[in-house]
């Protein structure tokens, strides 16, 4: 069946613009997280929704970023103003309620 | 809080030997536990998982991980390496309280996996 899926790929952006980031979930999942891989560094949780549950955004670095998830589906990560150490391989990944996580392919992220 | 460690940054191994990836765990309720591993510019794959049971839990492409709890350990194992099983391994932990703890996981930082000829 269809995996976790993530568009794009690839994002190359200039300092201080905007960037929107997919993502969507396996089909069924009731929960959806966001993480960031930082170039010789481990996973760092950013944002987690749990069904109709307010999220939990304890991991937001900054008041930059913001993400929704609309219709309990497709989620979309929102970096305002980026910084260059917003740089970094973006990951989404869901789940049923405690079960394991799958992880899509990642959104790479280069602000220059 | 909750937290994971591997020592080892880098492993090496070769073909046909046994190998073992360390993971050690910090959390305060019952753990659930949880290996990745990820192949070059892709995303995380699920190795395997322990929540409850019996210590020693098999997962994919013939890994097992041993659960104990006294040392706090699930360290990652297989009998006999490939050359294929090269790749980074990400060890994870959560909480395993439903009510406050939530579902999110906690990484370690990773241990490159290289296994030679």
């Known amino acids: 069946g269809a995996g976790v899926s993530q568009s794009p790929s690839n994002k190359v952006t200039e300092k201080g613009k905007d960037v929107e980031l997919r993502c969507d979930p396996i089909?069924?999942?009731?929960?959806l997280y966001w993480y960031r891989q930082s170039l010789g560094q481990g996973l760092e949780f950013l944002i987690y929704f749990q069904g109709n549950s307010a999220p939990d955004k304890s991991g937001l670095p900054s008041d930059r970023f913001s993400a929704e998830r609309t219709g309990g589906s497709v989620s979309t990560l929102t970096i305002q103003r980026t910084q260059q150490e917003d740089s970094a391989v973006y990951l989404c990944?869901?789940?049923?309620?405690?079960?394991?996580?799958?992880f899509g392919p990642g959104t790479r992220l280069t602000v220059t | 809080a909750q937290s994971v460690a591997q020592p080892e940054d880098q492993v090496n191994v070769a073909e046909g030997n046994p190998l073992t990836v360390k993971c050690t765990y910090s959390?305060?309720?019952?753990?659930?536990l949880f290996w990745y591993v990820q192949y070059p510019n892709r995303g995380l794959q699920f190795l395997l998982k322990?929540?409850?049971?019996?210590?020693l839990v098999k997962g994919s492409y013939g890994f097992e991980a041993e659960f104990n709890k006294s040392q706090t350990s699930f360290h990652l194992k297989k009998p006999s390496a490939l050359v294929s099983d090269s790749a980074l391994y990400f060890c994870?932990?959560?909480?395993?309280?439903?009510?406050?703890?939530?579902?999110?996981?906690?990484f370690g930082t990773g241990t490159q996996l290289k296994v030679e000829l």
């Open positions: 959390v305060s309720g019952n753990p659930y």
């Open positions: 994870a932990v959560r909480d395993g309280r439903l009510t406050g703890g939530g579902n999110k996981l906690t």
């Open positions: 990944a869901s789940s049923l309620m405690i079960a394991e996580q799958y």
């Open positions: 089909s069924g999942h009731t929960a």
């Open positions: 322990y929540i409850t049971g019996d210590n």
